[in-house]
């Protein structure tokens, strides 16, 4: 039986994810990549392996990250003592500040303390490289266990004697720990085609990197989360699921750390989400300068800007997602080996949406342009943007010709697309329609190229984008608009609700107190929620099989639509229906079952992260405008 998604907590290095289950398990972990074929995959099917470090009986088990940090600390009870647990991905070698993740050895550390009395531990180590094709030899080495088989080399330090069972291809064993008495376990990772390859690792190196580690994390915090608002420790926390969510060497944001976790119990709503979305682009920027820092915004918008770059050229559609290093194809497969989560079957890798028509994109990339023109223009700052010219340092700060170029084809292709069906932001699988965000997204697009037009040298374009914005915002407001559901909806023509529409407000289409606006907000908190007051993203038919559960990400989106009204006290009780669904750890998937109040889908949910951080700053900022001044 599947645990339950909540059971995990997230560990990173900034290249790498694994999931570490409540009874000490690590059932998830990809080496070198986020998006690399599994070691361990019991998440999706027991074959895929796993690593546990587990006691009998445990009466008691509580969890945390130690203070500011993504090191994780669990503490099991048992008759005859307590021991603490701790599991990190290793920080490369004096990581301090903005260098997090930079050099990172590809190492996961395990530590066992015992705390009181004495405990007795069991190991097992059932590594399953490439989604749980490959069952490796283990060969014993000084001081831990070498495994060989397929592309990968792993070496398990460890202070025990192991036993190895070559027919089942496992590692066990175990061991007895007094209070105050430590034992250090890691695994090391390396190519088989790497000239540095895995090797055991000392207990000493072992402690040094723990400590290092929990340094590493503690300096990112200290210089980087200045927020102080409502819901201080979860906006922080979330700043920092962000950036463990956050793949080093591009800047990219993956948009959860699995794959194939379903959207609903033996559904096939299954998808790859390790790769990054254009669509959450002014979204994820918003949210980092709240609760990360403005370095941690410019990495991800150049990662978005370069990997997009010249996809225009040629009269293509913008790729609306990218691989974590910026690759474009994403070809969707099946594992067939695995049964899935809770037999939620397919299991899928790669991703086909990267080949849908997203009409949205043009807005979100030039959002995030606007968003941070600040610093992107600022010559106080030093910050002139992604492919800026790397002589004007002592000049009038500039963006390179080449970015201008491709702002202002971002501006011209939502002018001259707008008109034209699409998938929507929610990627259905059906056929295309004329979604209301969509189209909104292209206004949003062509305001923010009006905003910027001397920046980008498009000052001869203002007339003409000002004309298709009105033609825009004509169309929206009549046939987004129906009288019957009383709301703006999901597409034009309909009646159907839909979340996106709740965007009208957050992106400067309408006023959040405009009449119609806040009869869609009212529609959607009494029409588009369950029996908690979660919002659904929508309930329409979209081409695929199966129910879904209501969208965390979509109530977060309505807290912030709710304080934008000058609603803080309703915008409160919303926000605080969906942050109640963080697990013990502070971590969201990003749906919520209706019947069971469950987590489900891929874990942990950038986007729900992300919805969590703006709502509170929204809330925040609302609360701070309406104290008294004396």
């Not at 959860?256 to 979204?283: H, I, K, M, Q």
Request: with cysteine; glycine share 8%.
């Amino acid at each position: 039986m599947s645990k339950p998604i909540a059971d995990y907590a997230l560990l990173s290095d900034r290249h790498s994810a694994a999931l570490v289950s409540r009874d000490g398990s690590i059932d998830w972990l990809c080496f070198p990549r986020f998006d690399s074929p599994s070691i361990f995959g019991r998440l999706l099917g027991e074959r895929a392996g796993h690593w546990s470090i587990w006691a009998k009986e445990a009466s008691q088990v509580t969890r945390r990250y130690l203070d500011r940090t993504m090191v994780l600390e669990t503490t099991l009870r048992t008759s005859t003592g307590a021991v603490a647990i701790t599991d990190a991905l290793a920080m490369g070698d004096g990581n301090r500040g903005h260098e997090l993740g930079r050099g990172a050895p590809h190492l996961l550390l395990r530590r066992a303390k015992c705390l009181e009395g004495e405990i007795e531990l069991f190991l097992d180590y059932l590594p399953r490289s490439e989604y749980g094709l490959v069952h490796p030899l283990f060969h014993a080495v000084d001081g831990g266990v070498a495994a060989s088989g397929g592309p990968d080399v792993l070496v398990l330090p460890s202070p025990i004697a192991l036993a190895v069972d070559q027919e089942l291809s496992t590692v066990s064993g175990q061991l007895e720990l007094r209070r105050g008495e430590t034992a250090d376990f890691a695994l090391h990772y390396s190519k088989r085609s790497e000239t540095e390859t895995a090797r055991v690792w000392s207990q000493s190196e072992i402690g040094a990197r723990f400590e290092d580690t929990v340094s590493a994390w503690e300096s990112w915090s200290e210089l980087h989360q200045a927020y102080e608002g409502p819901w201080r420790n979860l906006v922080h926390h979330s700043g920092r699921v962000l950036q463990a969510l956050s793949f080093a060497p591009t800047g990219a944001i993956c948009a959860a750390a699995t794959t194939s976790l379903p959207e609903t119990v033996g559904g096939a709503r299954n998808w790859d989400y390790r790769y990054a979305w254009v669509r959450d682009a002014s979204f994820t920027i918003q949210a980092l300068w709240v609760a990360a820092c403005p370095d941690e915004a410019n990495e991800f918008f150049d990662y978005m800007t370069s990997s997009a770059a010249g996809s225009l050229d040629r009269g293509y559609d913008l790729q609306i997602m990218f691989g974590i290093g910026g690759e474009r194809d994403l070809t969707e497969r099946e594992l067939p080996q695995l049964e899935g989560w809770r037999e939620s079957s397919p299991v899928r890798v790669g991703n086909d949406a990267w080949k849908q028509r997203q009409l949205d994109v043009y807005g979100e990339l030039l959002s995030t342009g606007y968003r941070l023109s600040d610093h992107l223009f600022d010559d106080s700052s030093q910050r002139v943007g992604p492919m800026a010219d790397t002589d004007k340092w002592g000049a009038p700060p500039d963006l390179a010709p080449a970015t201008r170029r491709f702002f202002v084809q971002l501006a011209d292709t939502a002018a001259r697309r707008w008109q034209e069906k699409d998938q929507g932001i929610w990627e259905v699988r059906g056929e295309p329609r004329d979604f209301l965000y969509s189209k909104l997204m292209c206004w949003v697009a062509l305001d923010r190229a009006v905003t910027l037009a001397d920046q980008l040298d498009a000052s001869d374009r203002v007339e003409a984008w000002k004309q298709t914005q009105d033609q825009i915002r004509e169309a929206i407001q009549t046939r987004g608009w129906s009288d019957r559901a009383n709301a703006f909806t999901q597409s034009f023509g309909s009646d159907v609700l839909d979340a996106s529409s709740l965007m009208l407000p957050l992106v400067g289409f309408l006023p959040a107190d405009d009449p119609k606006v806040l009869a869609t907000i009212n529609a959607t908190e009494e029409r588009l929620t369950d029996e908690r007051g979660l919002v659904y993203r929508y309930r329409s038919h979209d081409g695929l099989e199966g129910e879904e559960g209501t969208f965390l990400l979509c109530t977060f989106w309505l807290a912030q639509a709710l304080a934008r009204a000058g609603q803080p006290a309703r915008a409160r009780t919303v926000f605080e229906r969906a942050a109640a669904f963080v697990n013990d750890v502070g971590l969201l998937a990003e749906e919520v079952d209706p019947a069971s109040g469950e987590l489900l889908g891929n874990f942990p949910q950038a986007f729900s992260h992300i919805g969590l951080v703006n709502a509170a700053w929204a809330i925040a900022e609302v609360e701070l405008r309406q104290i008294p001044r004396t």
